[in-house]
């Protein structure tokens, strides 16, 4: 059973690629995504000028499952970009550029030097929830959406991807999107959410808000692209809390084409992870007398 | 996260402490020699340090570390009883069966001493022998070896830069001698990076292994703070210690 899959017009062996921010800010950390098996790599989230992050704690498992984490847009700057990319192709992968930024100057700026370096194309994030004045401060407003998108895909030929999150408006926002220009939507990001130690009596994180991802989202990020693909049949990829291939086959089924796997890859289990899932998924197809994933996507629409 | 509160925490010799803490929860793995734990110093910052000893049926664990900058500050400063976050254990650590044989020598500067107790405890339970040198700059620095090592390495060579205590020179020069004086199955080194870059040279055709340190942010993978470079490696996942050779591209990154 073949899982290649086509996104914006890329095409790709199977639909299991990482999450942006797992990894992917240097050169080494290609070349170990790889290693993992993905059929494409995002990289980190990428700004004009480098970022620090913030301080320590930036990443804390819950006692609950999943994790939380304000990393605070850490990169190496756009200079890096041309790297990731070069080692990408070494591997014979697409890369997908994350570019951040706090307007559309920002974000033409680096998406240009992501297409100029060759990466196959880009993702805005529009939806981190904890590094002030990125991400999901702009990506909640439908209208800012759209002029971010557009500015991005009137100067680029490489193909677009907005990736949303959760918030009132996101099936505004996705439409806006691709009216925009998007060739893809990737939803959905980690969810606003904080962690308290209750014997210090103090929030854990250094950034006190962060972002929840892992399997407590998966329902979150199914219900988001069950209706973004009801409303608009857009091209989906599908992330948040996939971690095996039943959590992947779900999002399929309501509408993805292709899954992100951020949180999974903990521990350094990415390889082992990877191979689960593409297995389970050759299964689950021929169980269900699919012949490719295109036949599964969007499939439990039809209720 | 794990919540834990300090029992003990006091300094054992010039800007070195002996930190001690118990874990709210038990946790049922035993660690391996040489992972580490990540300290959450509540509002400050988290420290990685190396598990010096641990005592699982206590949940008890002890921590060796050296005043540096504004977490190891604050954290000499937190007083018994204060609670802590930790993170353990960290790392892959190092399986006795991946060694050469049973008689080890292992080799530390200043507070590479931090994951060598615990190391000795796993080794003496499962019929090893460790041989220590551990080098300091002046006699000040050297902390009581007793109440360093709860359970005895098979010997210990201390070395001194200033020529105060034990032999006088590093403990690379020391540790040179004492393995041509005897023989050896495997040998590690802890210490700060540029002794480990010449470890790997002057020991180069044993391929000893070392502890590495990079800048470790998550602990958990994800970050990729810690990675090493020209490898595919990440510190908080695959080390802290390798072979020489695993790492021989980063190694010729470092400063002499
Ligand atoms: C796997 C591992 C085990 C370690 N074991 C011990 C130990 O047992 N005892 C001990 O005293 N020290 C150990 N260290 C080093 C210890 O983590 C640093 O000394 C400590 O983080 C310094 O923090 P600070 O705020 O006091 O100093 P800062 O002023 O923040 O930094 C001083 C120096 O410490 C190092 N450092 C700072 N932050 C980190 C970090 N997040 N990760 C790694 N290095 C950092 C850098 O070299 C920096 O220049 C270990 C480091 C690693 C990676
Ligand atoms: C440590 C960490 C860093 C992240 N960094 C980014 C980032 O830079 N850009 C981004 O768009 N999403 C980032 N994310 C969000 C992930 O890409 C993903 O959307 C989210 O974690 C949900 O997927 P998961 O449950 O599989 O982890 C990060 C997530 C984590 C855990
Ligand atoms: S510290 Fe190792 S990946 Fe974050």
Redo the contacts between chains.
């Keep these: 059973m073949y899982l290649d899959i086509d996104v914006c017009g890329i095409h790709l062996r199977h639909p299991v690629m990482n999450a942006s921010?797992?990894?992917?800010?240097?050169r080494?950390?290609i070349?170990?995504l790889a290693?993992y098996g993905v059929s494409a790599i995002v990289t980190?989230t990428i700004t004009s000028q480098p970022r620090e992050?913030y301080?320590?704690?930036?990443?804390?498992?819950l006692p609950s499952g999943g994790?939380l984490?304000a990393?605070g847009l850490?990169n190496p700057g756009k200079e890096a970009i041309h790297e990731l990319v070069a080692e990408a192709k070494k591997f014979g992968l697409p890369i997908i550029v994350s570019i951040g930024g706090r307007d559309e100057r920002e974000f033409v700026d680096v998406a240009i030097e992501a297409e100029k370096s060759g990466a196959d194309a880009i993702e805005l994030n529009l939806s981190c929830p904890h590094a002030k004045g990125y991400g999901i401060e702009i990506g909640s407003e439908p209208n800012i959406v759209r002029t971010i998108v557009r500015e991005v895909s009137s100067v680029l030929r490489i193909p677009v991807i907005a990736k949303l999150g959760i918030c009132d408006k996101l099936v505004t926002s996705a439409s806006r999107a691709l009216e925009a220009g998007a060739r893809a939507l990737t939803l959905i990001n980690t969810v606003r959410a904080m962690y308290i130690?209750?014997?210090?009596a103090?929030p854990?994180l250094?950034n006190v808000f962060g972002g929840l991802s892992g399997p407590p989202i998966h329902p979150l990020a199914v219900r988001a692209i069950y209706e973004v693909y009801r409303e608009l049949k857009a091209e989906i990829i599908g992330c948040g809390g996939v971690y095996d291939w039943r959590s992947a086959a779900e999002m399929i089924l309501a509408g993805a084409r292709a899954v992100q796997i951020?949180?999974a890859?903990?521990?350094?289990?990415g390889r082992k992870v990877v191979e689960s899932i593409l297995s389970g998924l050759r299964e689950w197809l021929r169980i269900l007398g699919l012949k490719s994933i295109y036949e599964a996507i969007g499939l439990a629409q039809r209720v | 996260?794990k919540?834990a509160?300090i029992v003990l925490n006091e300094p054992i010799a010039e800007d070195l402490y002996l930190l001690e803490i118990e874990l709210?929860e038990p946790i049922d793995k035993e660690p391996k020699p040489f992972q580490f734990a990540?300290l959450?110093i509540?509002?400050v910052?988290?420290i990685p340090l190396s598990i010096s000893y641990a005592e699982l049926e206590r949940s008890r664990f002890r921590f060796i570390y050296k005043l540096r900058g504004r977490g190891t500050r604050a954290l000499s400063e937190t007083l018994s009883g204060?609670?802590?976050?930790v993170?353990i254990p960290l790392g892959r650590g190092i399986d006795l069966r991946e060694l050469r044989g049973k008689k080890l020598l292992v080799v530390c500067g200043g507070v590479g001493i931090a994951p060598l107790p615990y190391l000795v405890r796993v080794c003496s339970e499962n019929g090893y022998e460790v041989h220590v040198v551990c080098g300091f700059r002046t006699r000040q620095g050297v902390p009581p070896i007793d109440l360093v090592f709860p359970i005895s390495p098979h010997s210990v060579h201390i070395a001194t830069e200033d020529c105060s205590v034990g032999y006088c020179g590093d403990a690379l020069t020391l540790a040179k001698k004492v393995s041509k004086s005897e023989n050896f199955d495997d040998l590690i080194f802890v210490g700060p990076s540029f002794m480990l870059k010449k470890a790997c040279e002057e020991f180069r055709d044993v391929d000893p292994m070392i502890s590495l340190e990079t800048l470790v942010?998550?602990?958990?993978?994800?970050?990729?703070?810690c990675?090493?470079?020209?490898?595919?490696?990440?510190l908080c996942?695959?080390g802290p210690v390798f072979r020489c050779s695993e790492v021989s591209e980063y190694l010729a990154g470092l400063p002499d």
């Design positions: 921010g797992i990894l992917g800010s240097h080494e950390h070349a170990r290693a980190k992050g301080e320590t704690p930036i990443v804390i498992e994790v984490n990393v850490a130690d209750v014997f210090s103090k854990v250094s951020g949180t890859f903990i521990h350094g289990s | 996260m919540p509160r709210v990540s959450w509540p509002r910052k988290e204060s609670f802590l976050g993170k942010r998550c602990g958990l993978g994800l970050c990729g703070s990675y090493i470079r020209g490898s595919t490696k990440l996942v695959d």
